[in-house]
Each structure stands twice: as structure tokens, then as C-alpha cells.
């Protein structure tokens, strides 16, 4: 499976953004997919996750209510709404996905987009 990321770009603080992951692959629809992100100077962290289904998803604290991970399997894609935006959110944020169970732990996530440039202003 191949991951392609994109919709990054700069914005204001309050602004909304909706990132993409399009992938190749038959397996998309069987993968549980996730999204991080790395920040200047920091480790990758956490954003969401969501299962193969679509049935259960997972966010960090710091994205809980402002961000929205879906997925359409016919399209292979995943998204990130990202809404109210702050510039803590400004980071690289990559899709990333496995096989099994819902996740949160960038070591257990086997495939990798290459990553979309966020940048929030304040």
C-alpha cells in the first residue's frame, strides 16, 4: 500500500483545513488508518485513528472536538477535518497504516505517507 498525503498549506488561526490520504492498494479497505503529525523539534505524535470500518475512531486530547478523521473505502481515501486551528497545530502531518487493531502508537503503523506542511498564524 502506498499513502499520498495532501491539502496542507497555510492558514489563519480559526481557520479550517481538510487534509486527504489517497492510497493504492487493494488492502486500503482492511487497513486501520491513522494520522500524525511532527512538529519543528518534536517527536511524531498522535492525532486519530480510525478502524477499517469506519465504526470506531480515536483522537488525541488535543484534537478532540476541533478535528474529524472519516474514510471512504470505495475511494481509498481518508481525511482529517481539521477546524478551529490554533498555531500549536502547525506541524507535518503524515497519514500512516496497519493491519489490526486501532492504535495510537506510531510504532505499530507499517505504512507511511510522506507527509503534508501545515503551517497555522496567529
Known amino acids: 500500500v502506498q499513502l499520498q498525503a495532501s491539502g496542507g498549506g497555510l492558514v489563519q488561526a480559526g481557520d479550517s483545513l481538510r487534509l486527504s490520504c489517497a492510497a493504492s492498494?487493494?488492502?486500503?479497505?482492511?487497513?486501520?488508518m491513522g494520522w500524525f503529525r511532527q512538529a519543528p523539534g518534536k517527536e511524531r505524535e498522535f492525532v486519530a485513528a480510525?478502524?477499517?470500518?469506519?465504526?470506531?475512531?480515536n483522537y488525541a486530547d488535543s484534537v478532540k472536538g476541533r478535528f474529524t478523521i472519516s474514510r471512504d473505502s470505495a475511494k481509498s481515501t481518508v481525511w482529517l477535518q481539521m477546524n478551529s486551528l490554533k498555531p500549536e497545530d502547525t506541524a507535518v502531518y503524515y497519514c500512516a497504516g496497519r493491519r489490526g487493531w486501532l492504535s495510537s502508537r506510531r510504532s505499530e503503523y507499517d505504512y507511511w505517507g510522506q507527509g503534508t506542511l501545515v503551517t497555522v498564524s496567529s
Open positions: 480510525i478502524t477499517s470500518s469506519a465504526g470506531t475512531t
Open positions: 492498494g487493494r488492502a486500503f479497505s482492511n487497513f486501520v
